[in-house]
C-alpha cells in the first residue's frame, strides 16, 4: 500500500480519536453509587469485554466465553459472558483490510434478587499500516438490563438503558497497545431507590513478548482503567507458554486481589483450536469475610 493509502485510512480514524478525547474530558463530572462490569482477572483472554477493537486480533472467527464466582464468602453470586467473533464474508489469506463483526452478552448475578445483563452487536475494522504492524479500530452497542426481583415485602423492578464503547488497537505478533472509552452513554438505572450510574472510563492495555521462543513465550500484560471510582485501577501478569501446549500465568490487582492461573492451549478440536484456562483469585484486602473467587474461561477458533 503507498504512503498516501495509508494516511487516507489513517485520516478516517480521526473522528474516533478527537470523539474519545472529548469523553476523557468529561469523566471527572461523575456521581457516586457507580457501577462497573465486573473484570476478570484473566483480562488477557477477554479483551473484547474492555476493548471492541481487539475482536478479531488472534483469529478471524472466535468464541470466548468466560464464568466467575466466588468460593468462599458469599453466595449465590456469579458472572459469565460469550463473545462471538467472526468475518462476515470470504477474504484471501494476504488482504490488507478486513472487517470483523460479532456479538457479547454478559450477565451479572448478584445474590438471588439482583441481576444485570448486557448484550451488544461489535464490529471492529483491520488495517495493515506496514509488513508486519496492524491497526484496527472498533466499536460496540447494546444495552444494559437491572432487574431486580421482588421479595416477600418489596416488589420487583426492571430498567433497561443503552450502552456503548469504542476503542484502538495497534498490534503484531510480538507486542499490542490499547486505548478504549467505556459506558459512553453514561446511562442511569434506577429500578428501586438506589441509584446505579455506569460512568464513562477509559481502559488502557498493553503486552510484549519479552521471551519467544520455540518451546517458552513469555508475554506480561498491563491493563489500566481510569477514573475507576475516583481512583485508578492496575491489572498486571505474566503470561507464559511452554512448549506451545501448557498456559502458566501469575497476575496482580493493585490492592485487591492476586491470581495463579493455568490451562492448555491448542487443543485440537474438530479441526479446530481450543484453548482452556482456570484460575483461582485471593483476595489482599483485609475484611471479616475474605472473597475469593475461581474462574474458567475457553477460547474456540473456527
Known amino acids: 500500500m503507498s504512503k498516501k493509502?495509508?494516511?487516507?485510512q489513517s485520516a478516517g480514524y480521526f473522528p474516533i480519536v478527537f470523539y474519545m478525547f472529548c469523553c476523557f474530558c468529561n469523566v471527572n463530572a461523575q456521581v457516586t453509587n457507580k457501577n462497573y462490569p465486573v473484570q476478570f482477572s484473566q483480562f488477557i483472554?477477554?479483551?473484547p469485554l474492555?476493548?471492541?477493537s481487539s475482536i478479531g486480533v488472534n483469529d478471524n472467527n472466535e468464541v470466548v466465553a468466560g464464568y466467575q464466582k466466588p468460593v468462599t464468602g458469599f453466595t449465590g453470586i456469579s458472572t459469565y459472558f460469550c463473545n462471538i467473533s467472526f468475518v462476515p464474508y470470504r477474504i484471501s489469506p494476504d488482504a490488507i483490510n478486513r472487517s470483523i463483526v460479532g456479538f457479547r452478552f454478559f450477565n451479572d448475578n448478584e445474590g438471588a434478587y439482583i441481576n444485570r445483563s448486557r448484550f451488544y452487536a461489535m464490529y471492529a475494522f483491520h488495517t495493515r499500516v506496514t509488513g508486519r504492524l496492524m491497526f484496527s479500530g472498533g466499536v460496540d452497542f447494546g444495552g444494559m438490563n437491572f432487574s431486580v426481583k421482588a421479595?416477600?415485602?418489596?416488589?420487583?423492578?426492571?430498567?433497561?438503558?443503552?450502552d456503548a464503547n469504542t476503542g484502538l488497537w495497534l498490534y503484531n505478533d510480538d507486542f499490542h497497545v490499547g486505548i478504549s472509552v467505556n459506558q459512553l452513554f453514561r446511562s442511569v438505572f434506577q429500578p428501586l431507590d438506589e441509584k446505579t450510574v455506569l460512568p464513562t472510563h477509559f481502559n488502557i492495555t498493553a503486552s510484549y513478548a519479552v521471551v519467544k521462543g520455540e518451546d517458552v513465550i513469555i508475554r506480561p500484560h498491563i491493563l489500566v482503567t481510569l477514573p475507576y471510582?475516583?481512583?485508578?485501577?492496575?491489572r498486571a501478569v505474566l503470561y507464559g507458554l511452554f512448549f506451545g501446549k501448557i498456559i502458566s500465568v501469575v497476575g496482580w490487582n493493585r490492592r485487591t486481589s492476586m491470581s495463579a492461573m493455568l490451562g492448555i492451549n491448542d487443543l485440537?478440536?474438530?479441526?479446530?483450536?481450543?484453548?482452556?484456562?482456570?484460575?483461582?483469585i485471593t483476595t489482599l484486602q483485609k475484611a471479616a469475610i475474605g472473597i475469593n473467587t475461581?474462574?474458567?474461561?475457553?477460547?474456540?477458533?473456527f
Not at 421479595?151 to 433497561?160: A, D, L
Open 50 to 52: 474492555v476493548n471492541p
Open 268 to 280: 485440537n478440536l474438530y479441526g479446530s483450536s481450543l484453548d482452556l484456562t482456570l484460575s483461582y
Open 294 to 301: 475461581m474462574e474458567i474461561s475457553l477460547s474456540y477458533s
Open 151 to 162: 421479595t416477600p415485602t418489596t416488589e420487583g423492578s426492571s430498567v433497561f438503558k443503552v
Open 45 to 47: 483472554f477477554s479483551y
Open 229 to 234: 471510582y475516583n481512583t485508578t485501577s492496575i
Open 5 to 8: 493509502g495509508v494516511m487516507l
